[in-house]
């Protein structure tokens, strides 16, 4: 069977990171690594400080670990990463001007089979404590596509509902088939 196949969703706020995990997770037979940020904002009820990005980013990390040796010890193809480290250095520079996360979260995000970047492109919805709004959402959109130039191999994911899931599917088979790396 190989090593499983690690698959990372990144992408600004709302742009359904994790409805997609969970669906690709579901069409693969995969697991899914959660989101630290969220359980981090929901257990603590408050978004996190500039102190305690770092300690985000590497519980991050930890999640993926964990997700990734219990894939290794069940058998099975795909772990899907319902965002990255990556993601966290682009928030620790949007929200604080600090991008002294981006030299690790860069090299972490080069150990991913296939990056899948959300287009922004879903309606947004307010969501509590973690949700800025549409100026936040493109911004962030921007710095995560900046730093993605960086990274290979990514795909762009875009449409609504079951295309938006379609069009995963697709670059997960198509990188599957020519070998992801």
Request: aromatic share 8%; proline share 3%; glycine share 8%.
């Amino acid at each position: 069977m190989g090593k499983p196949r690690l698959i990372c969703l990144v992408g600004a706020e709302c742009t359904g990171k994790t409805a997609l995990a969970q669906a690709l997770a579901e069409h693969y037979s995969g697991l899914v690594v959660p989101e630290y940020l969220r359980l981090f904002c929901e257990a603590r009820g408050r978004t996190p400080t500039e102190f305690e990005q770092l300690l985000i980013l590497r519980e991050q990390l930890a999640l993926q670990a964990q997700v990734l040796a219990q894939r290794r010890g069940q058998g099975g193809r795909y772990v899907f990463c319902d965002t990255s480290a990556l993601q966290t250095a682009v928030y620790s520079e949007h929200y604080f001007a600090d991008r002294s996360l981006y030299a690790q979260a860069l090299a972490e995000q080069q150990a991913y089979d296939l990056t899948l970047l959300l287009a922004a492109d879903l309606p947004w919805q307010a969501d509590g404590m973690q949700r800025d709004g549409c100026q936040a959402q493109a911004t962030v959109q921007r710095l995560l596509e900046q730093a993605l130039t960086k990274v290979q191999p990514v795909v762009t994911i875009d449409g609504v509902g079951t295309a938006r899931v379609l069009a995963a599917i697709e670059a997960v088979n198509r990188f599957a088939h020519i070998g992801l790396p």
